[in-house]
């Protein structure tokens, strides 16, 4: 079905805003979709696409999300909206309001402490997009770097790589952390801690406290150590006898 335009060419918001409040689920699905293809130019449908964050179909609350992501700097104004619904009973809806709040970047930071609540969310993967949210929102939302660490327990092994990568785009803000996390009690988040050190510009800071974690009784956890610590300061490494791993691919 062609999207129905005024004759200048611009699509009639008008229409597909009224579509929205149709009975028929699937027509405000059409609608919703419609609303988020249009980009910027559906602007001015912002308050109708806020209200189907609420409506009665999880289909349509999930593309309703989609769409606001996409109208652009103006979908910002949605974020009181989609913190609200990061508590919808449906996970592909969290799932896709923690998506929409991921492509707004560091302009989605009022809702980092909502992304914190959602690093313990049941589903794996609504975790997962926690921490990828977190990580792109990034400096802006230091508050956030203890919880993303304690989130290096994860049994998921992407949802650990992925919080990892999330405190290296914290920046030097999560340095000092990651540097206390090399004590922690679980030898993954040990591990984690000091692979994202070595990925960070400031990762000689911990240095020091590597070459102590060298001695680590976890091996995977040794070999982390080590590894991080050629990366961050060679010299270090090797007066340490920091032994050398080598990947292949």
């Known amino acids: ?63 309703a999300a989609i769409a606001l992501s996409e109208v652009g700097p103006e979908g910002c104004l949605a974020i009181p909206a989609l913190i609200q619904a990061l508590q919808d009973e449906d996970e592909t809806v969290r799932r896709r309001v923690i ?79 990651l540097i206390e996390a090399l004590h922690h009690p679980a030898a993954d988040v040990r591990r984690h801690a000091a692979r994202a050190l070595g990925k960070s510009l400031r990762g000689a800071d911990a240095a020091p406290a590597l070459v102590l974690l060298l001695r680590d009784p976890e091996p995977l956890v040794r070999q982390a150590a080590a590894e991080a610590l050629w990366k961050v300061d060679p010299e270090t490494a090797s007066q340490a006898g920091a032994p050398r791993f080598y990947h292949r691919g």
């Open 1 to 63: 079905m062609a999207t129905v335009s005024t004759g200048n060419n611009e699509p009639n918001l008008q229409f597909w805003i009224e579509r929205l409040r149709d009975r028929d689920a699937s027509k405000r699905l059409h609608a919703v979709t419609v609303l988020g293809s249009l980009g910027p130019r559906a602007r001015g449908a912002l308050p109708a696409l806020l209200e189907a964050l609420r409506d009665r179909s999880a289909e349509v609350r999930r593309m």
């Open 99 to 177: 998506a929409a709040l991921y492509e707004m970047g560091p302009d989605a930071r009022m809702a980092a402490a909502a992304l914190v609540q959602s690093l313990r969310d049941e589903s794996p993967l609504v975790r997962r997009w926690a921490a990828a949210a977190l990580g792109e929102i990034g400096p802006t939302a230091p508050a956030a770097i203890p919880a993303l660490i304690e989130a290096l327990r994860e049994e998921d092994v992407k949802n650990r790589a992925v919080t990892a990568a999330a405190l290296v785009k914290m920046g030097s803000r999560a340095v000092p952390r």
